[in-house]
Antibody, heavy 119, light 107 residues
Framework: QVQLQESGPGLVKPSQTLSLTCTVS??????????WSWIRQPAGEGLEWIGH???????TYNPSLKSRLTISVDTSKNQFSLRLNSVTAADTALYFC???????????WGQGTLVTVSS | TVLTQSPGTLSLSPGERVTLSCRAS???????LAWYQQKVGQAPRLLIY???SRATGIPDRFSGSGSGTDFTLTISRLEPEDFAVYYC??????????FGQGTKLEI
């Protein structure tokens, strides 16, 4: 059973860059025709899809974040990463990484990591 | 496309049957409709994909149905661990994945 674990700073200053990494264990990130995604959830609110990437490096982003967003993958480390530039308080959220399985839905999730944007 | 879930909150008791609604603002393919359960302090868990297929390990008291613009998630007999927030999700839209606002099941 694949497991995912997010890591990164819990506090980011406004206008700076939010960087998170998701480490995949229990299987190779390159196995199967799947995507690796990021989803976030502000406190007390619903879920927002951020974007995903496949292991060839092809990515798709939420248009609302596209201008500030980069998702990358490092197959040698079994990791994929998120970089969100020019953050504001509106980017404060619980950030999840997840695997998109053959069903097209996110079938495995990390536990989430809270990122707060504040000076 | 916008997904609207109703009701926002449901107060029920263990043993009851419940049906949650997810309505799309335009007709969508049922192949791309999923349901998730999220408990407090936990990540969402995939319950249903393709509108009606249960994900691995999901009890058969959970079932999904629907087509076009109207989809439902039914829990045939509520267990104490089923009290959570439920989200529907559409994939293949723009953005690629969109979620409903959620329905909270409370005791």
């Amino acid at each position: 059973q694949v497991q995912l674990q997010e890591s990164g700073p819990g506090l980011v200053k406004p206008s700076q860059t939010l960087s998170l990494t998701c480490t995949v264990s229990g299987g190779s990130i390159s196995s199967g025709s799947v995507y690796w995604s990021w989803i976030r959830q502000p406190a007390g609110e619903g879920l927002e899809w951020i974007g995903h990437i496949d292991t060839s490096g092809s990515s798709t982003y939420n248009p609302s974040l596209k201008s500030r967003l980069t998702i990358s993958v490092d197959t040698s480390k079994n990791q994929f990463s998120l970089r969100l530039n020019s953050v504001t308080a509106a980017d404060t959220a619980l950030y999840f990484c997840a695997r998109v399985g053959m069903t097209g839905a996110q079938d495995s999730w990390g536990q989430g990591t809270l990122v707060t944007v504040s000076s | 496309t916008v997904l609207t879930q109703s009701p926002g909150t449901l107060s029920l008791s263990p043993g009851e049957r419940v049906t949650l609604s997810c309505r799309a603002s335009q007709s969508v393919s049922s192949s791309y409709l999923a349901w998730y359960q999220q408990k407090v302090g936990q990540a969402p868990r995939l319950l249903i994909y393709g509108a009606s297929s249960r994900a691995t390990g999901i009890p058969d008291r959970f079932s999904g149905s629907g087509s076009g613009t109207d989809f439902t998630l039914t829990i045939s007999r509520l267990e104490p661990e089923d009290f959570a927030v439920y989200y529907c999700q559409l994939y293949g839209s723009s953005p690629l994945y969109i979620f409903g606002q959620g329905t909270k099941l409370e005791i």
